[in-house]
């Protein structure tokens, strides 16, 4: 097995989903499939290649520093589920 | 009194040719698309929705579900953003507005773009207008089989591993996938930084060549853009005097690759010799070996990252909780399809300690091999040339349990998206009744090269871009 259920477990919670019983057991198989299919890579010697992060030849774009419009507080929040005096509501943080 | 339009047939530059020399008016133009929408998108439900008031005189287009428009709900096919309503544009969206074109409405994808069918989308798939028991191919399904359908003259799509490409190849129309940094992804919904790409849809290359002269070049607002070094030249010419097209032979004889779309692929680059280019077989070693492995690395680490910020607290539905922790996990297991959480879960596994060198680092370092590669090919060709889609456009439901069958569908896409190449897939041919796409892939900046290459193929292949059943 590339991955057990706790790992799963160990994985959704780092990726902060609340997976369900059927979906942890779904994607134990398909990760473990999926890794496996994957996990070729391994196979090359690459101990002297750099990495690539992005394909474009570009480093340290800069902007000129002037002021520009940004959004406004009313537009930043205009789609939040809940809103209060301005700032986003959300439930208490969990002691 | 204004000439009936046939949208089926009536591609962009026509339609700008009509409005400028008014024979039609806009409003005029864009109550055709709508009558067609009308009449066939109910079955090939390939908007999510139109924009019967938006403004604009120029040609009507329709925007991929990924791009931001203000004011109109943008949803990426996901629950998680269901009625979000950005309040500004996307890059792309502001230029095409600028440039006078008119928004017809937003189109259907797999969830966050990421799939091969659209049957990821959170609103039902998209059907095929050559055949509607088939996938249009994703994730920009949506897209291409509205200009298939004569639902919009061209559109904008996503690319981030061949969602413009297969779809294209699966619908007989006409996708350009440009290069890396070519097109800002201002206000895209984000899913893979190093590879999303937007680019143009439509039925022949010069329409997808002018769609990109609208679209493309550094934008202040997204640093990953670059000053396209020429301008964007309407391809002209018959000739292939003199182009060197290399055939690779792993991305030509790939394992899966159906024989009547060989035969296809086949067909046209002789028709290219014929046409005056030198054709010869080369090789990219590693790509069809390791590529797919590669982006299915890669690509969900970058995913699982910007898929972080769906939490219920900025925009979109969220879970009821008494936590913001159970709040937060809730609203993303609630939101999220099968597949966003799978790339979600395999992205933060190549990402976590313990794993990161043997998956994403090693990934990042295959990546460098397939660019080293290409850059290699190109130093001897013009262009590379293989099929788009290893098979013709699959039944609906056919792959849509089995992740890595649906994966396998772009193992042709992927290794020149990893190289951040462009890439143009035209229509060749028809095997049984349905699509062929002939994927070109060029230099980086290269696009006017390949609008030229596949301009004169598609003049001498004279495909028939209206499906077969509509005509």
Same mark, same amino acid.
């Given at each position: 097995? #590339?991955?057990?259920?706790?790992?799963?477990?160990?994985? #959704?919670?780092?990726?902060?989903?609340?997976?369900?019983? /059927?979906?942890?057991?779904?994607?134990?198989?398909?990760?473990?499939?999926?890794?496996? #299919?994957?996990?070729?890579?391994?196979?090359? /010697?690459?101990?002297?290649?750099?990495?690539?992060?992005?394909?474009?030849?570009?480093?340290?774009?800069?902007? /000129?520093?002037?002021?520009? /419009?940004?959004?406004?507080?009313?537009?930043?929040?205009?789609?939040?589920?809940?809103?209060?005096?301005?700032?986003?509501?959300?439930?208490?943080?969990?002691? | 009194?204004?000439?009936?339009?046939?949208?089926?047939?009536?591609?962009?530059?026509?339609?700008?040719?009509?409005?400028?020399?008014?024979?039609?008016?806009?409003?005029?133009?864009?109550?055709?698309?709508?009558?067609?929408?009308?009449?066939?998108? $109910?079955?090939?439900? !390939?908007?999510?929705?139109?924009?019967?008031?938006?403004?604009?005189?120029?040609?009507?287009?329709?925007?991929?579900?990924?791009?931001?428009?203000?004011?109109?709900? +943008? +949803?990426?096919?996901?629950?998680? &953003? *269901?009625?979000?309503?950005?309040?500004?544009?996307?890059?792309?969206?502001?230029?095409?507005?600028?440039?006078?074109?008119?928004?017809?409405?937003?189109?259907?994808?797999?969830?966050?773009?990421?799939?091969?069918?659209?049957?990821?989308?959170?609103?039902?798939? *998209?059907?095929?207008?050559?055949?509607?028991?088939?996938?249009?191919?994703?994730?920009?399904?949506?897209?291409?089989?509205?200009?298939?359908?004569?639902?919009?003259?061209?559109?904008?799509?996503?690319?981030?591993?061949?969602?413009?490409?297969?779809?294209?190849?699966?619908?007989?129309?006409?996708?350009?996938?440009?290069?890396?940094?070519?097109?800002?992804?201002?206000?895209?919904?984000?899913?893979?930084?190093?590879?999303?790409?937007?680019?143009?849809?439509?039925?022949?290359?010069?329409?997808?060549?002018?769609?990109?002269?609208?679209?493309?070049?550094?934008? $202040?607002?997204?640093? =990953?853009?670059?000053?396209?070094?020429?301008?964007?030249?309407?391809?002209?010419?018959?000739?292939?005097?003199?182009?060197?097209?290399?055939?690779?032979?792993?991305?030509?004889? %790939?394992?899966?690759?159906? $024989?009547?779309?060989?035969?296809?692929?086949?067909?046209?680059?002789? &028709?290219?010799?014929?046409?005056?280019?030198?054709?010869?077989?080369?090789?990219?070693?590693?790509?069809?070996?390791?590529?797919?492995? !590669?982006?299915? &690395?890669? %690509?969900?680490?970058?995913?699982?990252?910007?898929?972080?910020?769906?939490?219920?607290?900025?925009?979109?539905?969220? %879970?009821?909780?008494?936590?913001?922790?159970?709040?937060?996990?809730?609203?993303?297991?609630?939101?999220?399809?099968?597949?966003?959480?799978?790339?979600?879960?395999?992205? +933060?596994?190549?990402?976590?300690?313990?794993?990161?060198?043997?998956?994403?680092?090693?990934?990042?370092?295959?990546?460098?091999?397939?660019?080293?590669?290409?850059?290699?090919?190109?130093?001897?060709?013009?262009?590379?040339? !293989?099929?788009?889609?290893?098979?013709?456009?699959?039944?609906?439901?056919?792959?849509?349990?089995?992740?890595?069958?649906?994966? %396998?569908?772009?193992? &042709?896409?992927?290794?020149?998206?990893?190289?951040?190449?462009?890439?143009?897939?035209?229509?060749?041919?028809?095997?049984?009744?349905?699509?062929?796409?002939?994927?070109?892939?060029?230099?980086?900046?290269?696009?006017?090269?390949?609008?030229?290459?596949?301009?004169?193929?598609?003049?001498?292949?004279?495909?028939? =871009?209206?499906?077969?059943?509509?005509?």
């Amino acid at each position: 097995m #590339a991955i057990s259920r706790d790992e799963v477990l160990h994985v #959704a919670r780092l990726a902060r989903l609340a997976l369900t019983d /059927d979906e942890v057991e779904r994607l134990t198989a398909e990760l473990d499939k999926i890794l496996e #299919a994957v996990g070729i890579v391994a196979e090359l /010697d690459l101990a002297d290649v750099p990495p690539t992060s992005h394909p474009l030849d570009l480093a340290n774009v800069w902007d /000129d520093d002037v002021p520009h /419009d940004s959004l406004s507080v009313e537009d930043a929040l205009a789609n939040a589920p809940e809103v209060e005096d301005g700032l986003f509501r959300v439930p208490a943080w969990r002691q | 009194m204004a000439p009936v339009v046939d949208t089926l047939r009536l591609t962009a530059e026509e339609a700008k040719g009509l409005l400028e020399r008014g024979e039609l008016t806009a409003a005029e133009l864009r109550g055709a698309y709508f009558d067609a929408i009308g009449e066939r998108d $109910p079955e090939l439900h !390939c908007y999510l929705r139109t924009t019967e008031d938006a403004e604009g005189e120029g040609v009507p287009i329709a925007l991929k579900d990924v791009i931001s428009t203000k004011g109109v709900e +943008t +949803t990426a096919g996901s629950r998680i &953003l *269901s009625g979000y309503v950005p309040v500004f544009d996307a890059t792309v969206a502001a230029r095409v507005k600028e440039a006078g074109l008119s928004l017809l409405g937003k189109t259907n994808l797999d969830e966050f773009a990421m799939g091969s069918s659209t049957e990821n989308s959170a609103w039902g798939p *998209s059907r095929n207008p050559w055949d509607p028991a088939r996938v249009p191919g994703g994730s920009g399904g949506g897209s291409a089989a509205a200009v298939s359908a004569g639902l919009a003259p061209w559109a904008l799509g996503s690319d981030t591993g061949g969602s413009i490409k297969q779809p294209s190849a699966l619908c007989g129309n006409v996708g350009l996938r440009p290069t890396y940094g070519s097109v800002s992804r201002y206000g895209i919904v984000a899913f893979a930084s190093s590879l999303d790409q937007i680019g143009p849809v439509g039925k022949t290359v010069r329409d997808v060549a002018l769609l990109y002269s609208i679209i493309a070049g550094r934008d $202040p607002r997204d640093s =990953t853009t670059a000053e396209l070094p020429e301008p964007v030249r309407l391809p002209e010419g018959d000739s292939l005097a003199g182009v060197r097209i290399g055939v690779p032979t792993e991305l030509n004889e %790939a394992e899966g690759i159906e $024989p009547g779309v060989r035969d296809l692929v086949r067909r046209a680059l002789d &028709l290219a010799a014929d046409l005056g280019a030198e054709v010869e077989e080369c090789s990219l070693p590693r790509s069809v070996r390791y590529g797919l492995s !590669c982006y299915y &690395l890669i %690509a969900p680490a970058e995913a699982s990252s910007n898929l972080a910020r769906y939490d219920g607290v900025r925009y979109g539905p969220r %879970a009821e909780a008494s936590s913001y922790q159970d709040m937060v996990d809730r609203t993303r297991d609630e939101g999220f399809g099968d597949e966003p959480k799978r790339r979600i879960m395999l992205g +933060t596994y190549a990402l976590s300690a313990g794993y990161y060198d043997a998956f994403y680092g090693q990934a990042q370092k295959v990546r460098t091999l397939l660019i080293r590669e290409h850059r290699e090919a190109l130093g001897r060709f013009d262009v590379l040339a !293989c099929p788009t889609s290893p098979t013709v456009a699959f039944p609906i439901g056919e792959r849509a349990d089995d992740p890595l069958a649906m994966y %396998a569908s772009d193992i &042709l896409t992927i290794p020149s998206n990893l190289a951040g190449l462009p890439g143009l897939s035209i229509p060749c041919g028809l095997s049984d009744g349905l699509p062929v796409g002939l994927q070109l892939i060029g230099p980086q900046f290269g696009e006017n090269g390949l609008f030229g290459v596949a301009h004169a193929l598609e003049q001498a292949l004279a495909f028939d =871009t209206v499906p077969e059943r509509l005509r």
